[in-house]
């Protein structure tokens, strides 16, 4: 996972890879469970979303990351990727001990995921997109312009079911862009 760039077809300022990529997700995955348990009547498994979100790009180690445009502008194509994506999850599960494979298919495989679970990754995963798009603006970097626009669509679509989504945002989005020296002048 170190080894695979994200981002593969854009300029980027900081280079991303999918290892830093799911930890993020991880990070954010474990608080938005934190969130919602706490303020919205939630009964997830924190770490449990974190450690579904540590594994949720496992497919990567063997596609690659697939630009969401080239993966998403038709769906013939995306039904291909999807499968596609299935086979090497399957894959890297049966690299395993069989003994394990059980435990893991459902942290692996993300048809096995539970969908509660996996909607709070998939929300977590477009807020890592969404900080890096702004990351990258901040720099100048005017190539993810698209890309924040688009994730801000998609996450205000999540908000609307998923209040959790819209207090992270409302509470930590501003200090994920500003520097360590800074953070101390941004209390939450």
């Known amino acids: 996972m170190p080894l695979i760039k994200r981002w593969a077809l854009m300029h980027t300022v900081k280079p991303e890879n999918v290892a830093e990529h799911s930890h ?29 979100a540590l594994y949720h790009e496992v497919s990567e180690t063997k596609l690659q990351d697939i ?3 080239t993966k998403y502008h038709n769906p013939a194509l995306t039904k ?7 086979l090497a999850e399957i894959e890297c599960l049966h690299t ?8 893991f298919g459902q942290l692996l495989v993300q048809n096995q995921v539970d969908p509660e679970y996996k909607k709070i990754v998939k929300a977590a995963d477009l807020l890592s997109a969404y900080l890096k798009a702004c990351d990258e603006l901040r720099f100048g ?17 999540f908000s609307e079911d998923m209040p959790e989504v819209q207090y992270f945002r409302d509470c930590f989005e501003e200090n994920c862009s500003v520097g360590v020296d800074e953070l101390a002048k941004h209390p939450i």
């Open 24 to 52: 993020q997700v991880a990070v954010i995955a474990h608080l938005l469970a934190v969130i919602r348990n706490t303020h919205f009547a939630g009964t997830l498994n924190p770490e449990k979303a974190a450690t579904i």
């Open 67 to 69: 630009n969401h445009v």
């Open 80 to 86: 291909e990727f999807k499968k596609l994506e299935e």
């Open 96 to 103: 395993l001990p069989s003994a394990l494979q059980s435990l």
């Open 141 to 157: 970097n005017h190539e993810f312009s698209p890309v924040k626009a688009r994730l801000e669509g998609m996450l205000q679509h």
